[in-house]
């Protein structure tokens, strides 16, 4: 059986690791769904092979305040939304969501726009959806290090 993670367990993480002292940082999170899946590795990479191949390719796409991070964020989550609903329709929506904040290695050191998965295992990871399509795996993903992430917003 697949590991589960309600709703307030999600949040309650999110504010706890992330609820900078600076008060232009205090996270917001809101979560749609009650439950969610928190998926192996080896069921992400399925579903992210599904969202490489028909993600926008960064370099050729991105245009600062017309098409850029939000937007690549948004295609992400709905691409795997769209697998997932299409190969698991009787499960859990899985625990893939959207941030806003500030992430040291991505953004330019501005406000940026980036996806998250929370594993099985507990693991938060940002993937830089302008990554997906155009660079390794390893390159797009990253672990989440609450030293230096300060979250603005979570959408899950």
Request: glycine share 6%; hydrophobic share 40%; proline share 5%.
């Amino acid at each position: 059986m697949a590991k589960q993670v309600t709703k307030p367990v999600l949040e309650t993480t999110f504010r706890n690791q992330f609820d900078s002292t600076d008060p232009h940082m205090k996270a917001l999170v809101l979560a749609s769904d009650t439950t969610f899946e928190m998926p192996s590795k080896t069921l992400f990479d399925e579903a992210y092979g599904f969202a490489k191949d028909a993600m926008p390719h960064g370099d050729t796409f991105s245009k600062v305040d017309f098409f850029d991070c939000d937007d690549f964020s948004y295609i992400f989550k709905g691409l795997i939304s769209k697998w997932y609903q299409e190969n698991r329709p009787h499960d859990l929506p899985l625990a893939i969501g959207i941030s806003w904040g500030l992430f040291p290695g991505f953004g330019n050191n501005e406000i940026h726009s980036m996806n998250w998965v929370i594993f099985d295992s507990g693991e938060l990871h940002w993937i830089e959806p302008q990554f997906v399509n155009g660079k390794a795996m390893h390159e797009a993903m990253r672990a989440s290090d609450t030293s230096r992430d300060k979250l603005n917003f979570v959408l899950i």
